[in-house]
């Protein structure tokens, strides 16, 4: 509804260097105020562009690979570091007159939390659980099968419970519990409680698991059940815990913890 561009709705403009045509659309997501009230849409490295994405039906095309660096879409550009990249770029636009100014404003940029470079949003294949999993846990709460101390926690509980999204559960780290799914050369993919000797299907040797970790909420939600021997054969048995701890301690009927982590962990380990 920014009667400015309205006639401009549905037709193209031209990408300057790559002379691609990408259609206008008109979405809320943009802030009219802003700049000019318009804005380039970037579905596979943006959040919010990757939901207008999907609404409006936009190609999604990932310019650089994991580690950042320019791939074939982007011309003389292809093998460059991100950041590299974009002075590069800006240079190039102003060598051929397309740069009308340029304004510093103050931006939100996430950062990783080890290495302090800037994350870029990146289109990839995880491993997700579906969200339904949690109703039964919601369920049990709502019937008061589950109590919280003191008990306006049970609010935040519901407020977590109720936005839930699926749960993505694979890491790309080198640490963690790998993922049990396993790969094989005749291209049969399983799910295998105990690490297999070979495929299932064709007898093969020649098979691999999966490289990535589970998320650490995940693992974590195993606490309950490894402290108590389970998943460790005989390892540690009757030294560190017995046979019957399980059937003794589990399931629990008080859980100590804090209130962060109700949703991270708690919640989690309800409805695991
Ligand atoms: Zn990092
Ligand atoms: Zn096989």
Redesign the pocket.
Known sequence: DDERYTKFVGKEVILPISKKAIKIIADEHVEKEFGTGVVKVTPAHDMNDYEVGLKHNLEFISVFNEKGILNEHCLEFQGLERLEAREKIVTKLESLGFIEKIEEYNNQVGYCYRCNNIVEPYISKQWFVKKEIAQESIEKVALGESKFYPNHWINSFNAWMKDLRDWCISRQLWWGHQIPVYY?????EWASQHTPKT?P????QN?KQDEDVLDTWFSSGLWAMSTLGWGNENWGKDKIWSEKDLKDFYPNSLLITGFDILFFWVARMMFQ
Do not use: G, M, N, R
């Open positions: 094989c050369e005749c291209s049969h495929c299907k064709c007898q093969s098979f």
